[in-house]
């Protein structure tokens, strides 16, 4: 009856192989086949015949963010955006250094690109339990940030420009428990820099 505007997971923009050796197509596998497709299809379940079906997701974000009795669409809209985001952070070769552009801005926010790097590595290995660490525009300066669970950002008033899951299944796979080796290996080798450069409209 809805399937016109019942969310559909989006596609990855890269073969499930393309980030290897740092994820392996298997964790893709899961990842983005079962975790990924979940949340689209709670979310399809949770806002059947709602107000909420087929908005996009920043507006279901935004409208049920806080409020205790909507937490269920919230937190299968946030994940459903977020994975979407993070597929997007990530690409195959590595794009080693942010363009001109966004590298001026980096150093103006945190003096150099490895420094920069080092807060989110530590955004990211010391979120304790389940979340994101994010790159995120505020005003005219960039910071990191980290979320727990599905919470994002778009909820803190600032733009999102880059984001790495820290869920133990974004990792556990390819790298048990060491998550510092998970967030370095993207960090080094799969960050994609012309994503926050796109996100900011440079
Ligand atoms: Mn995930």
């Given at each position: 009856m809805e399937s016109a505007a019942q969310f559909i997971l989006p596609a990855l923009p890269y073969a499930d192989n393309a980030l290897e050796p740092v994820i392996s197509a298997n964790t893709i596998s899961f990842h983005y086949g079962k975790h990924h497709k979940g949340y689209i299809?709670?979310?399809n379940k949770l806002t059947a015949g709602t107000e909420f079906l087929g908005l996009p997701l920043e507006k279901i974000i935004m409208g049920t963010s806080g409020k205790a009795e909507k937490t269920a669409i919230f937190n299968n809209a946030a994940q459903a955006?977020?994975?979407?985001f993070y597929w997007n952070s990530l690409a195959p070769k590595g794009k080693g250094e942010p363009p001109t552009a966004l590298k001026k801005m980096i150093e103006n926010s945190f003096k150099t690109v490895d420094e920069c790097k080092k807060e989110l590595a530590s955004a990211a290995?010391?979120?304790?339990?389940?979340?994101?660490?994010?790159?995120?525009?505020d005003g005219e300066k960039l910071k990191v940030v980290n979320t727990s669970n599905a919470e994002t950002p778009l909820t803190m008033g600032v733009k999102p420009l880059l984001t790495i899951d820290v869920w133990e299944h974004a990792y556990y796979l390819d790298y048990q428990n060491r998550r510092v080796d998970y967030?370095?290996?993207i960090l080094d080798k799969r960050i994609n820099w012309n994503f926050a450069a796109e996100n900011i409209g440079l």
């Open positions: 299809d709670n979310l955006w977020n994975h979407a290995t010391t979120r304790f339990g389940s979340g994101w660490a994010w790159l995120v525009l967030v370095n290996a």
